[in-house]
């Protein structure tokens, strides 16, 4: 099979895989977000661990990167704990779709912190998104989902300001094994104190539905770790996006949420400029291949 195909069959796995994770979570029940991010980042912590000790890597990070580690791991914990509380409090749809708003905080970040000059295909896109966002905040007094909405687009802002201290890491050739490894610890030890002093005891169920989220979590990040070994993000990125088809059949089926009409208008003004940006990177790689 081509490459390619491998990378999008793989990108589309690690979606559901990540609808699957989100399932569990809410199945999980009302667990504040914190202690289900830290039963999420152990299990991943567990796996990453596996993953270094098999292939006799060291725990020991380059020289200059402990910043960037640090900063990724501090960016990721507060997406985590943004989007679980959305899960928990929006359709699981517009959770999915507000943390999906990542791509294009990247480029905002990008050009903070890496000096990456933004192109206006790329700023038209970010503020085509935020607009697309709106429509699913809805930002009115009268929305009582207004804060819970708000908080999903925060963690979709964190996500995308991991990733771009991962996309740094790269760069600095550190071993992507480490970088997963760190973040889970880290996010681990700072949610540890609120478990000890504020543990919310849980049933036999809530524990094996966080475990799944957990297993679910890793599924998804190895198959999209897979995924951008096959092929580039300019080519399969958008294939990403699967993951709200699967939000929204798993949150009807399961939980009975149908997306109003608004919701259904950011998703599909989101999907549109994702497309865009897409197409557009494609025809970058291709003139500076000529």
């Excluded at 939000?247 to 259904?264: E, V």
């Amino acid at each position: 099979m081509d490459r390619k195909y491998k990378g999008i069959i793989c990108i589309i796995l690690s979606s559901f895989f990540f609808a699957m994770m989100n399932v569990f979570v809410r199945l999980s029940g009302d667990l504040p977000s914190i202690e289900k991010s830290f039963f999420r980042n152990f299990v991943a912590m567990f796996f990453a661990l596996i993953l270094l000790i098999r292939s006799g890597s060291s725990f020991k990070w380059k020289k200059g990167n402990f910043p960037l580690l640090f900063m990724r791991s501090f960016a990721g914990t507060v997406g985590i704990i943004c989007n679980y509380y959305a899960i928990d409090h929006l359709v699981l749809a517009d959770a999915s779709m507000l943390n999906k708003m990542s791509p294009f905080f990247v480029i905002i970040f990008s050009a903070l912190f890496l000096s990456e000059k933004i192109k206006p295909v790329q700023a038209l896109s970010v503020l085509g998104a935020f607009i697309g966002s709106l429509f699913i905040i809805k930002p009115t007094f009268a929305n009582v989902d207004m804060a819970a909405a708000s908080i999903g687009l925060l963690g979709g802002l964190g996500a995308g300001a991991a990733y771009t201290f991962v996309r740094a890491l790269g760069t600095r050739g550190e071993n992507k094994a480490l970088i997963v490894f760190f973040f889970s610890s880290f996010s681990c030890l700072v949610t540890l104190p609120y478990l000890i002093f504020n543990f919310h005891p849980m049933s036999t169920m809530q524990f094996v539905y966080l475990i799944l989220a957990g297993l679910a979590a890793s599924g998804g990040q190895f198959s999209i770790t897979a995924a951008y070994s096959y092929a580039p993000g300019r080519e399969i990125s958008v294939y990403d996006y699967s993951q709200i088809i699967f939000s929204a059949f798993l949150g009807y089926f399961i939980f009975n949420q149908i997306p109003d009409g608004l919701s259904i208008l950011g998703y599909f003004i989101i999907v549109f400029f994702a497309i865009l940006m897409f197409l557009y990177n494609k025809k970058e790689e291709k003139h500076q291949t000529i």
